[in-house]
């Protein structure tokens, strides 16, 4: 397994932008495909997929509920994939976990990634 921490959650109002850091230590994330989910607080909340993108860099895939407001994208020589969020609205507060596994196999689930980060809250003002 590859040790995932991811960074870069915060406090942000309503139509701003952040940016999310999945670093990986221990092995190189070169030829996993990557993915960002997220979880809300709340009795019953089930993690949601948000991002995906495949070793090579060149296949994403995203939710109707984030399309063309969250970009994922890699750095091999960082060791490190991004999510980049704009148009932030309330409903995107959670917590946000990047995953790892050997492929892309569609749909996403949680249950076919192998390895976790811990996550990082972020929240969105109204």
């Known amino acids: 397994q590859v040790l995932l921490v991811e960074s870069g959650g915060g406090l942000v109002q309503a139509g701003g932008s952040l940016r999310l850091s999945c670093a990986a230590s221990g092995r190189s994330l070169r030829y996993y495909a990557v993915a960002w989910f997220r979880q809300a607080s709340g009795k019953g909340k089930e993690r949601e997929f948000v991002a995906v993108i495949d070793w090579s860099g060149s296949t994403t895939y995203y939710p109707d509920a984030v399309k063309g407001r969250f970009t994922i994208s890699r750095d091999s020589a960082k060791n490190t994939v991004y999510l980049q969020m704009i148009s932030l609205k309330p409903e995107d507060t959670a917590v946000y976990y990047c995953?790892?596994?050997?492929?892309?196999?569609?749909?996403?689930?949680?249950?076919?990634?192998?390895?976790w980060g811990q996550g990082t809250q972020v929240t969105v003002s109204s």
């Open positions: 995953a790892a596994d050997s492929g892309l196999r569609l749909p996403v689930s949680p249950e076919r990634f192998g390895s």
